[in-house]
């Protein structure tokens, strides 16, 4: 008798991924669960809320092609939606939105845009025919916004394609990459599949604060604000 049982066919990797920790993302691409707090749960119900607000705003505001728009790279297994894509002056814009809680919104008005968020919107240009990309963030305390405006960059190009290829890769084997420990790892909804206890892994943070991937993120930003 034949044997029918079906192969799955593996996730595709989300832009949404290109600027996390490389072994979250392959806990992603591998369907590891996450523990969600309720803080974190309503933080995304909120999050949506604001998605529609803004997209509904573009459509009033601006020449619009397309909302959630579907984009792709089969070579390298990449796929996900856009928030918006807009008619610019000199060509299609890809927009990223963002709504994030007040300290971050400061935080990010003073240092610039999160990687996490940056390296999302590269890997439309990276893979996409648009002339820029916005990055919109906004807050959610008193709806104040920045935008913040990328042109396509080879360095940033090289370093979110070479992160997929790294997922993709440890995905294939299904093994997880070392730990890229840093300050985020208090925040991830994950960290028990990297440490034993919270006190383990408070203290791998103060021994190594700061993230260091591989490849190292590119130095310059390369960011114009918009408004």
């Given at each position: 008798?034949?044997?029918?049982?079906?192969?799955?066919?593996?996730?595709?990797?989300?832009?949404?991924l290109?600027?996390?920790?490389?072994?979250?993302?392959?806990?992603?691409?591998?369907?590891?669960?996450?523990?969600?707090s309720?803080?974190?749960?309503?933080?995304?119900?909120?999050?949506?809320?604001?998605?529609?607000?803004?997209?509904?705003?573009?459509?009033?505001?601006?020449?619009?092609?397309?909302?959630e728009?579907?984009?792709?790279?089969?070579?390298?297994?990449?796929?996900?939606?856009?928030?918006?894509?807009?008619?610019?002056?000199?060509?299609?814009?890809?927009?990223?939105?963002?709504?994030?809680?007040?300290?971050?919104?400061?935080?990010?008005?003073?240092?610039?845009?999160?990687?996490?968020?940056?390296?999302?919107?590269?890997?439309?240009?990276?893979?996409?025919?648009?002339?820029?990309?916005?990055?919109?963030?906004?807050?959610?305390?008193?709806?104040?916004?920045?935008?913040?405006?990328?042109?396509?960059?080879?360095?940033?190009?090289?370093?979110v394609?070479?992160?997929?290829?790294?997922?993709?890769h440890?995905q294939?084997?299904?093994?997880?990459?070392?730990?890229?420990?840093?300050?985020?790892?208090?925040?991830?909804?994950?960290?028990?599949?990297?440490?034993?206890?919270?006190?383990?892994?408070?203290?791998a943070?103060?021994?190594?604060p700061?993230?260091?991937?591989?490849?190292?993120?590119?130095?310059?930003?390369g960011?114009?604000?918009?408004?």
């Amino acid at each position: 008798m034949a044997n029918t049982k079906t192969v799955k066919k593996p996730r595709s990797f989300p832009p949404s991924l290109a600027g996390h920790c490389l072994r979250y993302s392959v806990m992603e691409l591998l369907g590891f669960g996450r523990l969600l707090s309720p803080e974190t749960l309503q933080a995304m119900q909120e999050g949506t809320r604001y998605h529609k607000v803004y997209q509904n705003e573009l459509l009033q505001t601006q020449i619009v092609r397309s909302i959630e728009a579907p984009i792709k790279d089969l070579e390298r297994g990449i796929s996900g939606r856009i928030d918006a894509i807009i008619d610019g002056d000199f060509g299609p814009i890809a927009i990223e939105y963002k709504s994030v809680n007040p300290e971050k919104f400061l935080s990010i008005a003073e240092e610039g845009p999160l990687v996490l968020h940056w390296a999302q919107l590269h890997v439309y240009l990276a893979i996409g025919t648009f002339h820029e990309g916005w990055l919109v963030v906004e807050s959610r305390e008193n709806h104040a916004r920045l935008t913040f405006r990328a042109a396509a960059d080879p360095l940033w190009e090289k370093w979110v394609l070479t992160r997929v290829a790294l997922a993709r890769h440890y995905q294939a084997t299904r093994k997880l990459p070392p730990r890229e420990i840093s300050e985020a790892c208090l925040q991830c909804d994950r960290w028990q599949r990297c440490f034993k206890t919270e006190s383990e892994r408070d203290a791998a943070v103060t021994s190594h604060p700061m993230w260091s991937p591989e490849p190292p993120i590119p130095e310059e930003f390369g960011v114009s604000i918009v408004s």
